[in-house]
Each structure stands twice: as structure tokens, then as C-alpha cells.
């Protein structure tokens, strides 16, 4: 999940900020190109009647559809304050990844791979929530099936496969005194989500030449987080008791699948939340370095709205600005000097979500901008090509440290999920297709980059 009130909201009221100077990288397109209009033969299709898809059992075979074909842009006339990448600089496709919302039919899908394929990624991530795909211990719930044919679909096309498993079902977990459970967490059992691994790597299976249709597990989603992991002490020692026995299981299933630890919120201490630094340094206490090289550790340096390259906390005043949390860089190599002081430096650190939120450009059903919701003001600093100059120079930054590993994109279609886009929610300001499927600019600019 992006960064929300809860992430940002117990770090300190930020008092200016002076403008960060970009990377002196050239425009992609000279001032004066033409504009070629987006693409208007990307197959259309209905929208699904329900949220999660068609209602399918072990059995069933996606309705056929045609091979949707990538789309693919023209120029397009990139203000010139918007950088490009450094002359003779491509990006690796391999470390180039993005995440999907899968809870679409079929048709949908085929579309949205399509849109995947064409801006050039290697991996698509999925977000597994456990609570809607297990009924009973054992017992997959028809949603489960459906996503089961939607990873082998994207492995069969040719992408990797990184699967983010969390939100326990009920039947795991212990109820609030009144029999409500008011937050996501874990199971009360470790070995349930291990359990849980088990059966759903088995049922998933492997590709004719005996590969995984997964290529990698991520195992749960911002457990520093109340939210995501009520009901167990947000600590990492806590999280450790889960990862261990989730690691045995996919690993009994796979040596081939890449394993990874939940991304940390970036967030400071609160009741409701631990600082994220805090939080992986408790990992290595509780013994993460003794998995070597044969793990990865997941993080979201989500940037708000301060340029990639921009460091903490050179007069602050804007707000979000005041604290290393905020900051791309920041986040990324103090994570990395945690795990060299802590002897994991043959391990690599996966950026699993990250990007950068706006409502520029985005027209509701109405054709008015969506409003900005109230407790993330941040999503009006940026402009729609800000948002694009900003990720693509990530990636760039990214690639130049060979401990990072493929980086998701947060995200590719959220905004095409039915009314979204008119409720404000804040997961379309991240999206990189619009509610109509229209690519926004950073999709443009990163289909377009040079990659190898």
C-alpha cells in the first residue's frame, strides 16, 4: 500500500524547503515534437459486475480473448523541465517490475498484461489477501482459483511473478472482546501462514519445464504497522517468529523462488506504528543475517513528494519534508547501511512498492480533478510530468546500486477499478493509467526509455 495518514502522521508538524535541483538530464523529446495521441485500439471490455471477477471454481477455463497487443506510444511533447536519461543510459528490463490490482475478469486482464508488456517490465507483482482465498485451513475460495490462473497467465507470457501474501482470514486470528477484528494481522499460529504457503505454491504448480509459476514470495506487507499487524507486538522479533517458518515452506517447495521480507512502512513511533529503521534492525537481532544471500529485504522508499535525489532535511517548511522517512535516497541507503553493519551485505534489497502520487491530469466521471483528500495535501505539490520525471529518475538512481534488486512500480491500473477515481482514492493518485486506460505520462516516459 502507498503511504497514507497513518504512515505519515506521527512524524513531526514540518517547519521551508528549498527546491532540489534536478539531474542535469536531457528532455526525451525536443520542444516542438507533435504530440501523437494516446492509443485508442487497446481492446475495450465490460466492466466486471462484481469487484473480484467472475465467480470460478478449480476447473474453470478463462473465457478466451484475443491476444490484447501492447500498446505502443508515439512521442510525446515532454515539458523540458522533465529529465530523460542520461545519454547512452538504458535501464535494465529485468530489474523493472510493476504491480497489478488483479480483482478484474479476464478480459481485463489480457488488457492490463498488455499495457505491462508494453511498457517494458520484466515483473509483475500481485498482493495475495489471504482472507478472501482461504475459508478454512485447506478449504480455497473460488477468487483463490481465479488468481491462480492469472499468475500462470502472466508466467506463460513471458513475465516473473512476485506474489505479496498478507491480511490473515478470521478463522485464524483471536477477535476483539466483542467479536470484531477492527485491523489486519497475522494468524495467532506461525505455521498457519506457512500452511498457507504450502498449499498454495503446490496448487499454483510449475510450468511444463518444471518451473515455478511464482518467482518470488514476499512474505507479508508492512507488519511495523498496526494496521497490517494487529493483534502481535510490532516489532521485528515478532515478525521474525512468522518469517521463519514461511521461509521453510517455500523453500521446501522451491530453491528457485526468490524469498523476500515484508516491506516496512516508512514511518516514525507511535501506538500504532514503529520506525521503520528501528524495525530491521530488530530483524537482525532476531537473526536475519543468518539466511545470508538466500533472502532479500523488502522495503517501500516511497519519496511523497520530494525528487528522488533530494536529501533530508535542507530547510523543511513545505510539509513532508522534515524527516529521512520522506526521502527516496535516504530510505534506500540507510536501510543498506543497517545490513552491512549487521554482516548482510551479500543480500540484496527489493524496492517492492515505491512511486510517486498526483491527481494532476485525472478527471473524474464528471470531468472535474479529483479532490485532494484532506490528510494527504502532498499529492497537490506535484504535477502529472513531475510524477513521471521523478520515478524515472529512481529507476535510474536504483540501477546504479548493484544491491538493489527489481523495483515494483505502485501501480499499474488501481485507477480503472469503477468509481475509484471519484471517491478520491488515494491509490489512483499512484497509478500509471488513468480511469479511462489511458496512459498518464510517467507510463509514456518509462515505455519509452531505452532498455537493454
Not at 12 to 24: E, H, K, Q, R
Not at 197 to 222: F, K, M
Not at 347 to 365: I, Y
Request: net charge negative; with cysteine.
Amino acid at each position: 500500500m502507498p503511504p497514507t495518514p497513518l504512515v505519515v502522521a506521527v512524524l513531526d508538524t514540518p517547519t521551508p524547503t528549498a527546491p532540489v535541483p534536478g539531474l542535469p538530464f536531457g528532455p526525451i523529446v525536443a520542444p516542438g515534437t507533435p504530440a501523437v495521441p494516446a492509443p485508442t485500439n487497446t481492446p475495450s471490455g465490460p466492466t466486471p459486475a462484481v469487484p473480484f471477477g467472475p465467480i470460478i471454481g478449480p476447473g474453470h477455463t478463462l473465457v478466451p480473448t484475443e491476444t490484447a497487443i501492447p500498446p505502443t506510444l508515439g512521442p510525446v511533447l515532454v515539458p523540458t523541465s522533465v529529465a530523460g536519461l542520461p545519454p547512452g543510459v538504458s535501464l535494465r528490463r529485468d530489474l523493472l517490475g510493476v504491480q497489478i490490482h488483479p480483482h478484474i475478469d479476464s478480459r481485463e486482464f489480457d488488457r492490463v498484461l498488455a499495457y505491462a508488456q508494453g511498457l517494458g517490465v520484466t515483473w509483475v507483482k500481485y498482493q495475495f489477501n489471504w482472507s478472501a482465498l482461504e475459508s478454512a485451513p485447506g478449504q480455497f475460495t473460488e477468487l483463490f482459483f481465479m488468481l491462480r490462473q492469472y499468475v500462470q497467465q502472466a508466467h506463460n507470457r513471458g513475465f516473473r511473478v512476485l506474489v505479496s501474501v498478507a491480511k490473515a482470514p478470521g478463522w485464524s486470528r483471536t477477535p476483539d472482546p466483542d467479536g470484531v477484528l477492527r485491523e489486519d494481522g497475522p494468524p495467532n499460529d506461525p505455521q498457519a501462514l506457512a500452511s498457507f504457503l504450502t498449499n498454495a505454491l503446490n496448487t499454483i504448480g510449475r510450468d511444463a519445464t518444471g518451473a515455478p509459476y511464482v518467482s518470488a514470495v514476499e512474505v507479508w506487507n508492512e507488519p511495523n504497522l498496526q494496521r497490517e499487524w494487529y493483534g502481535q507486538p510490532l516489532t521485528g522479533e515478532s515478525y521474525m517468529r512468522y518469517f521463519r517458518p514461511a521461509y521453510a515452506a517455500i523453500r521446501q517447495f522451491s530453491p528457485q523462488i526468490a524469498i523476500v521480507t515484508a516491506g516496512p512502512a516508512p514511518t516514525g513511533d507511535s501506538h500504532w506504528s514503529t520506525n521503520d529503521r528501528t524495525w530491521l534492525q530488530q530483524l537482525y537481532n532476531a537473526g536475519l543475517a543468518q539466511y545470508g544471500a538466500d533472502v532479500a529485504v523488502g522495503i517501500h522508499p516511497y519519496g511523497w513528494a520530494n525528487p528522488p535525489d533530494a536529501r533530508c532535511c535542507h530547510n523543511p517548511g513545505r510539509g513532508w519534508d522534515d524527516q529521512p522517512q520522506f526521502f527516496f535516497l535516504d530510505t534506500i541507503e540507510q536501510y543498506r547501511q543497517i545490513m552491512i553493519a549487521n554482516g548482510h551485505s551479500a543480500a540484496q534489497l527489493w524496492p517492492t512498492e515505491f512511486g510517486w502520487a498526483t491527481f494532476d491530469g485525472m478527471r473524474t466521471s464528471a470531468g472535474l480533478r479529483p479532490a485532494d483528500p484532506p490528510d494527504t495535501p502532498y499529492f497537490g505539490f506535484i504535477t502529472q510530468w513531475q510524477q513521471a520525471d521523478y520515478t524515472l529518475r529512481a529507476l535510474y538512481l536504483a540501477q546504479e546500486r548493484d544491491y538493489l534488486g527489481p523495483m515494483f512500480l505502485w501501480n499499474l491500473n488501481f485507477a480503472t477499478i469503477p468509481g475509484a477515481v471519484d471517491r478520491s482514492d488515494p491509490q489512483t493518485a499512484y497509478g500509471i493509467l488513468d480511469s479511462a486506460w489511458q496512459p498518464r505520462p510517467v507510463y509514456s516516459l518509462i515505455q519509452q526509455a531505452p532498455k537493454q
